[in-house]
C-alpha cells in the first residue's frame, strides 16, 4: 500500500510517499480503507520530532481518520467490512481502571493514531474495534476527518474540564486553528458569549460566521487589554488556551474573578510564567486538558450529524502532497482544517 512514511526528523521534505506493507491484524481489530486524513499540530511535532520523544521510525503519523472498514480481526463484533466509520484518535490499554471507568484519556497507556503507533496517513490504518465510531452521513469524506480530534479536545476543555455555564464569556484563542474553530462552535452550542482571537481580518471575519461574537486581532490589538475593553473591565469566565508561551500572560491577565483557563497546548512554548499572587488573590482555576473520551466523541458526532457542529475545512490535498500540506499548516495559513484525502 502507499503510505506517507518519516525515516528521520526534520522539515516538510522528510515524508516520503512511499510502499509500504498491509497493517497485519490482531484479533481484535479492524482495517480500515482510508478516505480522508486530516491534519494537526500533533503531525508537525511528530515529524520534527520531539525533545525526550522517542517516535518509532520509520513511522505513518496522522491521527484524524475517515474510511470504510476493509477487514475485521475474529474477534470484532460490532462493525462489518464495507462500514463507513470514523475512528477515534485516542488508543487505549482497555484495561485499565481509567478505561473501565470510561475515562480512556487518562489511560496511562494513553497514545493516539499517528504519534507513537501509525496512523491514517496511508491507504489502510489499523485500529482497535471500540475506536471505529459512527459516521456522520451529512458529511463528506474530509468534513468527516476534520472532526474527531480537535472537536474533542475543545469538548473535553470546555464542558469536562471548564464545565462551561450558559451565559458566561469565553476568549477563544487562535480561531482560525482546529481547536479554536470547534471551540467557538461548542461554546455557542451551551449559550455562551464569545470573543475570539485570530491574526488576519479574513479569519476574524470566518470566526464571526462560526458564530464569535466579538473578534480581536492579535497581531494589532493587545488581547488582554480589547478584553478587559469587551467586558466593561470584568474580564472573561472560560480562557481556551492551547497557544502557549505567547500568549500565556495575557490569558490570565483576561480572567474574570474565579474564572477559569483550560489549556490543551503550548504551541509557540511551554516554558511560561505564573504570578502566583494573581493567581490566588482573584481565585482564579488553571485547568489541564487532555483528548477526551469515546464517549464524549460519540456526543459530538451526534451533533455533528445533525447539524448542530460543523467541521471547518480550509484545503485537502491528496495524499502524496502532504509535504504541501504541512508547508501550509506550519505557516498558519488555514482556517479550520488541512485535510488529505486517498484516492
Known amino acids: 500500500m502507499k503510505a506517507i512514511v518519516i525515516h528521520k526528523h526534520g522539515d516538510p521534505s522528510v515524508l516520503r510517499y512511499t510502499d509500504v506493507p498491509e497493517p497485519v491484524l490482531r484479533h481484535n481489530e479492524v482495517l480500515v480503507r482510508v478516505r480522508a486524513c486530516a491534519l494537526n499540530h500533533l503531525d508537525l511535532w511528530v515529524r520534527r520530532g520531539l525533545p525526550g520523544v522517542a517516535i518509532p521510525l520509520p513511522h505513518i503519523p496522522g491521527s484524524d481518520v475517515a474510511g ?15 462500514q463507513k466509520v470514523v475512528l477515534a484518535p485516542g488508543v487505549t490499554c482497555g484495561k485499565c481502571p481509567a478505561c473501565i471507568a470510561g475515562q480512556d484519556n487518562r489511560c496511562r497507556n494513553f497514545t493516539n493514531l499517528g504519534y507513537m503507533i501509525d496512523g491514517g496517513c496511508a491507504e489502510y490504518v489499523r485500529a482497535p474495534e471500540v475506536n471505529c465510531m459512527p459516521y456522520p452521513e451529512n458529511l463528506d469524506w474530509p468534513h468527516a476527518a476534520a472532526v474527531p480530534l480537535v472537536f474533542l479536545t475543545a469538548w473535553h476543555m470546555l464542558v469536562n474540564r471548564a464545565q462551561l455555564q450558559p451565559g458566561e464569556t469565553v476568549l477563544v484563542l487562535a480561531a ?23 491574526g488576519t481580518d479574513e479569519k476574524l471575519a470566518k470566526a ?79 485547568l489541564g486538558s487532555y483528548m477526551g473520551t469515546k464517549d464524549e466523541l460519540r456526543k459530538v458526532l451526534n451533533l455533528v450529524a445533525q447539524g448542530r457542529l460543523r467541521p471547518a475545512v480550509d484545503k485537502v490535498w491528496s495524499l502524496h502532497e502532504c509535504a504541501t500540506a504541512h508547508n501550509y499548516l506550519e505557516n498558519a495559513k488555514q482556517f479550520g482544517k488541512v485535510v488529505l484525502t486517498v484516492p
Open 68 to 82: 470504510e472498514v476493509a477487514k475485521v480481526g475474529p474477534e470484532v463484533s460490532t462493525v462489518h467490512v464495507g
Open 176 to 198: 482560525g486553528s482546529g481547536v479554536g474553530s470547534a471551540a467557538i462552535q461548542i461554546a455557542k452550542f451551551f449559550g455562551a458569549r464569545v470573543i475570539a482571537t485570530a
Open 208 to 286: 464571526r460566521e462560526l458564530g464569535a461574537d466579538e473578534v480581536i486581532h492579535h497581531f494589532i490589538m493587545p488581547i488582554s487589554k480589547e478584553v478587559r475593553r469587551l467586558t466593561n473591565n470584568r474580564g472573561v469566565d472560560v480562557v481556551v488556551e492551547h497557544v502557549g508561551a505567547a500568549t500565556w500572560d495575557h490569558s490570565l491577565k483576561s480572567l474574570a474573578p474565579s474564572g477559569r483557563l483550560v489549556t490543551c497546548g503550548a504551541t509557540t512554548g511551554y516554558d511560561a510564567k505564573l504570578d502566583i499572587r494573581f493567581l490566588f488573590s482573584r481565585q482564579l482555576s488553571i
